[in-house]
């Protein structure tokens, strides 16, 4: 995804530049312990938030909502109004964590590195170490698989209570034990979910979980009830009904 990419070369910019300027600090003859005091301060959050650059990263990086509406399955019509409050509540959830889990790391990483008499490069090295661009990667494919579920979720509210879901995604070593009960269970109601895990139509497996849950027809795909029932008795995983 080009879009990822440039956000993440601009969060190691961003990282670079925000280090840079506390060492301009040192050059111009600040002591430790005033450098500290200044970073006790700085609301590194609010810095991220104003940063023109990283910012227009970001908003190429939202295009990927556009791209994953387009792609779902479109099994009921929901609202404008709707779709467009879930899509901004879904962005703004992803890009205040985003920033807090970045001012987080530069602000702990810097100032234990003043501490520590580092210098810029083990700083910045710390910083990528702590929230490291593959990890970015996984906060924002969980974001767009969250917001995915969500807009299945309003269609889904849309459908009578019988309509059926199977869920659907990768069986392998990786898969989680309630998404192997998930897909073992073949079809089901939203009600049945919902008795397996609380909520289980939107969080599905939790965190960075790969799996989606589709209404049921002849032609859905990824979905693979036989291979998840194997692979729960291959690891010894006890499943209900």
Known sequence: MAELDKFKRQYLILVNRLTDQVFQLINAGQTKDEI??????????KVIFADA???????????????????????????????LAITQVNKSTFFDKMADD????????????????LNKGDIIK????????????????????????AVNSLMADQMPPKAAYVYTGPVDKKTRPLCLQFMSSGQMTR?????????????????????????????????NPKGAKVEAKKRGVPLSG
């Open 126 to 149: 710390g910083i990528e170490a702590d929230l490291r661009p593959d990890q970015i990667d996984t906060l924002v494919t969980t974001a767009l698989s969250n917001y995915t579920a």
């Open 191 to 223: 009600e049945q979910i919902e008795a397996i895990a609380p909520n289980g139509f939107i969080e599905r497996g939790g965190f960075n979980c790969r799996h989606q849950w589709r209404l049921f027809t002849k032609k859905v795909q990824m979905f």
């Open 53 to 83: 650059e990283f910012k227009s990263s970001y908003n190429e990086l939202n295009k990927l909502y556009a791209k994953a509406l387009k792609n779902m399955d479109k099994f009921a019509d929901i609202s404008s109004d709707a779709l």
């Open 36 to 45: 500290l005091a200044i970073l006790g301060t700085r609301d590194f959050k």
């Open 102 to 117: 970045i001012a987080r790391s530069l602000k702990g990483n810097i100032t234990n590195g003043i501490l520590g008499g």
